[in-house]
């Protein structure tokens, strides 16, 4: 099952938002990876998530190559061997997981393959948790209207990330959720910053106490001229800026409570 990103899921058209580069696309049961091939990483990642079905299926699948693309053009274990690296899921593991079990299964199994990686530094501390749960937290919101998000997540590939093995390690990476409000289309960003956290001028990667990692919700347009992606609709449906008298300012988070929706 290799249907990809369902750009009619929610009730509004979204399609897959769309880099400026030159992008090979790969389709996963449910998710797409939009892979840049000479930063080897990805530029745009969006997978389906229907909340009403997600289903709890046991742990499993090994991170692997992606055999459809030349494995000059996707960052691979080379780079997170014996440092502070770890493989940073951009779609989670349980975001594809709903409906049937088989399916639920192969679709969780889908988001290791090396495409859908990015590395991050080690260390799950409270930013880093809360990254990883603002999905979760967009998804019980919206499970009052249509239960269905379409998230949007990558690394932002600037030209001054720091050097390390043939590639360059991403210091921020960018989020978007989308769902159904009440009046329409509404959709959120989120940043995650470890600059903090990486030094590579020693070829390692540091890990705690260096910094720390900073979690940020942003505007969809500031998210969109970081990047160089063409987000279409997503920034006219950004809540941030009718929740906010500062609909520019960038609001720090520390706990899932902090964001607007």
Do not use: C
Not at 73 to 80: A, I, K, N
Not at 103 to 112: P, Q
Not at 167 to 179: D, M, Q, S, T, V
Not at 246 to 251: G, K, N, S, V, Y
């Amino acid at each position: 099952m290799t249907d990809g990103y369902d750009a009619g899921f929610l009730a509004t058209p979204l399609p897959i938002p769309r880099p400026v580069l030159d992008v090979r696309e790969l389709t996963y049961p449910r998710f797409s990876v939009l892979v840049e091939p000479q930063r080897r990483l990805a530029a745009v990642t969006g997978v389906n998530i229907d909340g009403a079905r997600l289903v709890d299926v046991p742990r499993t699948g090994d991170w692997r190559l992606d055999p459809r693309l030349p494995a000059d053009e996707q960052t691979g274990p080379d780079v997170y061997a014996r440092n502070d690296l770890d493989r940073g899921h951009l779609v989670r593991r349980r975001d594809p997981g709903w409906g049937a079990p088989a399916e639920a299964r192969d679709a969780t199994e889908a988001t290791f393959f090396y495409p859908n990686a990015a590395p991050q530094a080690a260390g799950f501390n409270q930013s880093k948790e809360l990254w990883l749960g603002l999905e979760d937290h967009v998804l019980e919101y919206a499970e009052t209207t249509d239960q269905r998000v379409s998230v949007f997540t990558a690394p932002v590939l600037a030209d001054d990330d720091p050097p390390y093995r043939g590639i360059r390690i991403p210091l921020r990476f960018w989020k978007i959720a989308a769902w159904q409000g009440p009046t329409g289309l509404a959709a959120t960003g989120f940043i995650l910053d470890q600059s903090d956290l990486v030094d590579t001028s020693e070829g390692i990667l540091a890990a705690p106490p260096l910094g720390a990692f900073r979690t940020f919700q942003a505007p969809i347009a500031d998210i969109a001229d970081m990047t160089g992606i063409d987000f279409g609709a997503l920034p006219d449906a950004d809540v941030l800026a009718a929740r906010t008298v500062r609909p520019d300012a960038w609001r720090t988070l520390d706990t899932a409570g902090d964001v607007l929706l």
